[in-house]
């Protein structure tokens, strides 16, 4: 019932920063976990980050102290901060539920990060 589009990406070299934004439509967006997603080439889409109804957040050991996701509960939009970026964070992200692999979840287009000198 939440409908969430991705922006933000686009092409960076190693050790640069981009922020990534989610905006989310419908009225349940506030009660849902949220997580962004990665899919790298060749590669299943795994979990890289959530966030909680309450603001807490887990990360991916691989992206742990460089990517920080936070909400803005009142402009229904969840955002990925991504520092100190590196050739493996390339990968296609998308926000849904945090639990989305549990289940047959609906994706979006995503958004492109490539991140190459």
């Known amino acids: 019932q939440v409908q969430l589009v991705e922006s933000g990406g686009g092409l960076v070299q190693p050790g640069g920063s981009l922020r990534l934004s989610c905006a989310a439509s419908g009225s349940l967006f506030s009660a849902l976990s949220l997580g962004w997603y990665g899919q790298a080439p060749g590669k299943q889409r795994e979990l890289v980050a959530f966030i909680t109804t309450v603001g807490s957040t887990n990360y991916a050991d691989s992206v742990k102290g460089r990517f920080t996701i936070s909400r803005d509960n009142a402009k229904n939009t969840v955002y990925l901060q991504i520092n100190s970026l590196e050739p493996e964070d390339t990968a296609v992200y998308y926000c849904?539920?945090?639990?989305?692999?549990?289940?047959?979840?609906?994706w979006g287009q995503g958004t492109q990060v490539t991140v190459s000198s």
């Open positions: 849904n539920d945090a639990y989305a692999l549990r289940f047959r979840a609906r």
